[in-house]
């Protein structure tokens, strides 16, 4: 250990998060490894270590003879402070090296407001920010996740993203980094044969020119790029890799167990979703495999809680039968079964049977709208009967907690809409007292609402964000008027909503407003102990820019989107027709119905597994 760091670790809040050394982290001996990839998670390490893609992807790339992949976190406040004063660079916690004598930086990216830590980590490692800057082959930056489906604000920072499952991609870029290191490639070279690679996108190679009003006037792709980059798929679950055996940290993570996922996909067709749109299509893993995967999953870990995890867990067909097959086996070993993404319209009495065979948890639903003419409008195909049946299920059963989650801000959004959700909330209590089992332990009723953001590629994407007065204004009406006993409101920052509708949308202009926010000390954007929305608009300012431009103006449906040049496969024909729908508060079916033509599953070259 770096002796700098020994001096560093008693000084900061939880050291375990800078020291590695974890069961099941891998280690290589360096003699026999010809490219090092440090996979770097721009948040800190009780978030990145829960984040599943980020085990599957280090387990295939370690799984890779002659590559070893080493995690990065960003630090904390205390840990970042400590180390600029020592001149300690960002280092891989596996090898306790400068990341900066890595071949290849690869960031994990799901949210905007991590776009910020990007650049610090980048900093802290004494890596030049811009992709102009960093002439050579090495060190390569990259990113994929959901947020690179938009990563024009980030631009000039990257030199490729990958768009979509990584899987395979990530194994075919190695292995043309590594071909391009050997016959001595130019870094130009090197990254137009890399925009041949299905799935990546490299933002040099395309020109951006703007209107007068601001709005992208045309995307160019030169020098052989694609004109559109289509995002990549694996196309058969039982064949993509699980991280069975996976790094079990030395300290609490936010999710502090072991993740099954039991498929990809959303058969749903929510509006406003748009991990629902860019996970299309959907495809299951068999539950013979599933089972073989948890329980060797449990075996080598030891973790005592098992989460079925998927975007809609109670989708899965054969999920009850999964339970029953695991059932022995978690009750030997004292393990809980936990599903969250649950539905209120399919939470049946067999399932919550299966629950109560672990602790009693709270139960969470997400009816989104308080009225039925909004559920429809942004197609949640949800009433409030199957919510409050569901309810009733679970109190009946002996639970005697519900977590409710609504947004505030939707398209067509009323007051009538927003007192809708008082109503719901005081249905369900009214539904406990009818339904408990066991009303002496009381019941514990909680909303939450958070604000809307539109995003890329969902039908929403041509929406505004309502102004921030207007959303206040909203929550103080619910506030006042939730009146009902054990009913408790949480309502979400409003400050970090608003800036992650301004990024969301935003194109490659928005590069020089998050540098400007970094110099001014927006590390950490993501937590409100770090965030400023006057550092922010005080950014905005100095690069000339309008943040309302991004966030609060209507599209047009012919405008040109920043992200024009990259695909989910599905198609803005489809979203527009989603789009419209909503103003008439016409419901589509899910896909296990019938087949919406959405284009999805012309990735998978057949129907998809919904």
């Known amino acids: 250990m770096d002796k700098r760091l020994e001096r560093i670790l008693p000084r900061v809040q939880k050291p375990a998060r800078y020291v590695g050394g974890e069961y099941n982290a891998v280690m290589k001996d360096l003699s026999q490894v010809d490219t090092r990839v440090a996979f770097c998670f721009p948040d800190t390490y009780e978030i990145g270590m829960s984040n599943l893609g980020m085990r599957i992807l280090y387990g295939i790339m370690n799984n890779m003879d002659g590559v070893w992949c080493e995690r990065v976190f960003a630090p904390w406040g205390d840990m970042e402070e400590e180390m600029r004063r020592a001149g300690l660079p960002l280092y891989a916690l596996e090898s306790g090296d400068p990341i900066r004598d890595f071949d290849i930086i690869a960031f994990s990216v799901g949210y905007e407001m991590a776009f910020p830590a990007i650049l610090n980590m980048l900093d802290l490692a004494g890596v030049p920010l811009h992709a102009s800057e960093r002439t050579e082959l090495t060190p390569l930056v990259i990113a994929g996740g959901t947020a690179m489906f938009n990563c024009e604000p980030i631009a000039d920072f990257i030199d490729l993203a990958v768009l979509g499952e990584g899987e395979e991609m990530n194994v075919e870029l190695i292995e043309l980094h590594r071909r391009a290191r050997r016959e001595g490639w130019t870094k130009p070279q090197f990254l137009r044969a890399a925009a041949q690679i299905g799935g990546v996108y490299v933002p040099s190679l395309y020109d951006v020119d703007y209107n007068a009003d601001g709005t992208v006037k045309s995307i160019t792709p030169k020098d052989g790029a694609p004109k559109v980059v289509t995002k990549r798929i694996m196309r058969d679950m039982d064949k993509a890799w699980y991280p069975a055996k996976t790094i079990v940290p030395s300290t609490e993570i936010v999710q502090d167990r072991t993740t099954l996922e039991l498929f990809r996909g959303c058969i749903r067709g929510c509006r406003f979703c748009q991990a629902g749109y860019v996970y299309r299509p959907v495809r299951n893993r ?67 049977e299966r629950l109560q065979k672990g602790r009693k948890t709270g139960l969470t639903f997400a009816p989104e709208a308080g009225t039925q003419r909004l559920r429809d409008a942004i197609n949640k195909n949800l009433t409030e009967e199957d919510l409050l049946a569901s309810c009733r299920r679970a109190f009946a059963g002996g639970y005697s907690a519900v977590k409710l989650y609504f947004m505030l801000g939707l398209p067509t959004e009323t007051d009538e809409d927003v007192l809708g959700i008082a109503e719901v909330a005081s249905h369900v209590m009214h539904a406990w007292r009818e339904s408990a089992s066991n009303k002496n332990r009381g019941v514990r009723i ?50 970090t909503s608003y800036m992650e509708a301004v990024i969301s949308r935003g194109d490659r202009r928005l590069c020089r407003v998050i540098e400007t926010a970094w ?22 300012a100095e690069c000339g820019l309008d943040p309302h431009f991004y966030a609060n103006r209507k599209r047009e449906k012919d405008e040109l989107m920043p992200w024009a040049m990259i695909s989910s496969g599905v198609t803005e024909q489809y979203l527009w027709r989603e789009h419209e729908r ?20 012309l990735l998978l070259g057949r129907p998809c597994d919904g």
């Open 582 to 601: 909503a103003y008439q508060s016409v419901t589509t079916p899910d896909c296990r119905t019938h087949c919406n033509g959405c284009g999805a599953n």
């Open 446 to 495: 909680t909303v939450s609402t958070s604000w809307f953001v539109p995003k890329p590629h969902t039908a929403f994407q041509w929406e505004p964000q309502i102004p921030k007065e207007e959303y206040e204004r909203r929550v103080k009406l619910l506030r006042e008027n939730m009146l009902t006993k054990s009913v408790t409101y949480n309502w979400h920052d409003s400050d």
């Open 519 to 540: 110099r001014k000390g927006e590390h950490l954007s993501a937590w409100e102990e770090y965030f400023s929305l006057d550092r922010w608009l005080k950014a905005f």
């Open 286 to 352: 068999s539950e013979k495999l599933l089972v073989e995967y948890a329980k060797e999953a449990i075996e080598d870990s030891g973790y005592e809680e098992m989460t079925l995890s998927s975007l809609s867990t109670s989708d899965f067909r054969p999920l009850v039968e999964l339970c029953d097959d695991l059932e022995e086996f978690c009750a030997q070993r004292h393990v809980n079964l936990s599903l969250p993404s649950l539905r209120a319209d399919n939470f049946s009495m067999a399932l919550m």
